[in-house]
């Protein structure tokens, strides 16, 4: 059977969105030599052996079956607590709460258990690459609202207020932004509610980088007032505690929204892995200082990359939480693709083009300075040696 003819059997909606372009220069990079990666945003620490061995010891146990759907009960309990005891949330762990495979699958529940087709979900741009296509696949309709340099990306409450219509359900916020590694303060984040209570709307909030905030206290969205009871908070293991492979995420909410995105899960799911749930009880438990360890490393490389990218003439805002920066390329007069090709094959450096990000994110391109010291400096030099010859 031809291509053509085994395409026909392809869901149209999945045919319409188009492959991960950060994966693509991942791609890319992995089959050269001496290639310099800040390209995927991952933490280049290893997951600390506390948190590997309960998972072997929970295996020594003998706990290789199915945890309730929503996850372990004693990790949702600690998970509970953690919320309250960080970031000044409650949310209790039997009903309003779901342990998920990764944030991800918790991000595309949500948006499944909430949108009827056709409904819109305001995305903030530059974006995670996989928030509008995920909303796309829950039958929703993705409204991009753009975020600007010269705010230092910062959501601007006016601009959602524009984009608004009679079909807008919900705004899907990420704080610390992934590209952009801006945080919202408390300020900003109450200038936002004020216009999703005005207009009756849900809020998604990943809020997957909470821990890796580095100049001012991090404030949960759903913290602030009449917010809890609209807002559905994302989260999990993968950043802040060094645990990507693990996949394991939650999410927490109202009752009843949480109820329906259990179904789903159960459905699709069954649960998430039992013995990452057993390492997540420990890095919850013990893994504080550890986190304290790999955020201030995180800080000490953005000092070393946001300081190299100004000195090399490339501006950037000094970003306040995640591990990345988004430093402006127009006075280079290439697009964003365009610098990011030929700066992997001249110099070896990979980083992500800024329009895989957003229209708004033209222009500027995602380094990930989750990475050695050693290899950041390195790649500095590599591109400032790049600009030299444009």
């Not at 994966?23 to 290639?35: G, I, K, P």
């Not at 329009?355 to 950041?376: D, M, P, W």
Request: glycine share 6%.
């Amino acid at each position: 059977m031809i291509t053509e003819q085994r395409s026909k059997y392809l869901s149209e909606t999945v045919k319409s969105i188009k492959p991960s372009g950060i994966r693509r220069f991942f791609d890319l990079a992995s089959s050269m030599e001496n290639v310099i990666s800040l390209g995927v945003g991952e933490p280049d620490f290893v997951t600390p052996w506390n948190v590997i061995e309960a998972s072997y010891h929970s295996l020594e146990l003998g706990y290789t079956a199915y945890t309730a759907n929503a996850g372990l009960p004693e990790l949702r309990k600690e998970i509970s607590r953690y919320m309250r005891r960080r970031f000044g949330v409650s949310y209790r762990a039997e009903d309003e709460m779901i342990v998920t495979v990764g944030a991800s699958q918790a991000i595309d529940i949500a948006l499944r258990a909430i949108l009827n087709p056709g409904e819109e979900v305001i995305v903030v741009e530059p974006s995670f690459v996989s928030y509008a296509p995920t909303v796309t696949l829950a039958g929703g309709v993705p409204v991009p609202v753009h975020t600007y340099s010269q705010d230092e990306f910062k959501l601007q409450p006016e601009h959602i207020e524009s984009a608004v219509t009679e079909r807008t359900k919900a705004i899907l916020l990420c704080s610390p932004n992934n590209p952009t590694g801006t945080v919202l303060s408390k300020n900003d984040l109450v200038k936002i509610a004020e216009v999703v209570e005005k207009y009756d709307l849900l809020v998604i909030s990943d809020e997957i980088y909470a821990e890796l905030t580095y100049d001012e206290p991090y404030t949960s969205f759903s913290s602030i007032e009449s917010m809890r009871d609209r807002t559905i908070l994302i989260s999990g293991f993968s950043k802040a505690f060094a645990m990507t492979g693990w996949r394991l995420g939650f999410a927490c909410g109202p009752k009843e929204i949480l109820q329906a995105m259990l179904k789903i899960h159960q459905y699709t799911m069954m649960c998430a892995p039992t013995m990452a749930q057993h390492a997540a009880l420990e890095a919850l438990v013990n893994g504080q200082k550890d986190v304290i360890k790999m955020k201030e490393s995180y800080r000490q490389r953005r000092s070393l990359v946001t300081h190299a990218l100004e000195e090399m003439g490339l501006s950037c805002h000094i970003p306040g939480g995640a591990f990345y920066v988004f430093p402006s390329i127009e006075k280079t007069g290439l697009s964003s693709e365009e610098f990011a090709e030929q700066l992997l094959m001249q110099e070896k450096v990979a980083v992500v083009p800024g329009s895989v990000f957003g229209e708004s994110g033209e222009g500027h391109v995602r380094c990930s300075y989750a990475t050695s010291i050693q290899k950041l400096e390195e790649a500095m030099r590599r591109i400032d040696r790049f600009l030299k010859t444009l």
